[in-house]
């Protein structure tokens, strides 16, 4: 039982490149969640899924897009990188219920020059 | 919008003692959670307890407990007996039982711990 998995763990894009965050949790979980983590800060929502099919904004969404192409997996991409972007970024996912428990994966560490 | 203050950026605690963390918290919703997470080195993102909102009694989870006080929205964490892999940083975090379930995080705070 993996949890929450991420890849990869460390990428480094000079600006103006893509990529593709990969996000996938076997625990069932109805919604799955990206958080980015700016040095000496907190987490903040980008986007989030309640449910398979669906997505929506969260707090910082500008620059991000993603697909819940199934169940079980989540990804977000950064169409045209910028340097603001570079980010610790975490994938999370939730199967509600009375505990409303998020579930983290490992973190992936962006860097763009 | 929901906002979550932690007031103390790092905290120090001698190993066996007891350190408490504050977080206060913004809302108009009267039906919520709020949780501390742990974030050690590795990074790894930690629930380390969890309080929801119409429960009076204050959760506790072996040495952390937590004073939740609804009226004046705040709810801090007390470590007791602290202990050196209780070195991390800690974040506050408010969760809406609504649509989507969101965490709102604080911005954290660092607790060393001293042997």
């Known amino acids: 039982n993996a949890g929450v998995t991420q890849t990869p763990k460390f990428q480094v894009l000079k600006t103006g490149q893509s990529m593709t965050l990969q996000c996938a949790q076997d625990m069932n979980h109805n919604s799955m969640y990206w958080y980015r983590q700016d040095p000496g800060m907190g987490l903040r929502l980008i986007y989030y899924s309640a449910s398979e099919g669906t997505t929506d904004k969260g707090e910082v969404p500008n620059g991000y897009n993603v697909s819940r192409l199934n169940k079980r997996e989540f990804s977000l991409r950064l169409e045209s990188a910028a340097p603001s972007q570079t980010s610790v970024y975490f994938c999370?996912?939730?199967?509600?219920?009375?505990?409303?428990?998020?579930?983290f994966g490992p973190g992936t560490r962006l860097t763009v020059l | 919008a929901q906002t979550v203050t932690q007031s103390q950026p790092e905290m120090s605690v001698q190993e066996a003692e007891t350190v408490t963390l504050s977080c206060t918290y913004d809302t108009s919703e009267s039906d919520y959670y709020l949780f501390w997470y742990k974030q050690p080195p590795s990074r790894q993102m930690i629930l380390v307890i969890r309080q929801e909102a119409y429960k009076q009694q204050n959760a506790t989870e072996n040495r952390f407990s937590v004073n939740f006080q609804k009226a004046a929205k705040s709810f801090s964490l007390k470590i007791s007996d602290s202990q050196l892999g209780d070195a991390a940083m800690y974040f506050c975090?408010?969760?809406?039982?609504?649509?989507?379930?969101?965490?709102?995080f604080g911005g954290g705070t660092r607790v060393l711990v001293k042997p």
């Open positions: 999370a996912s939730s199967g509600g219920g009375l505990l409303n428990e998020q579930f």
């Open positions: 975090a408010y969760l809406r039982k609504a649509a989507g379930n969101k965490l709102t």
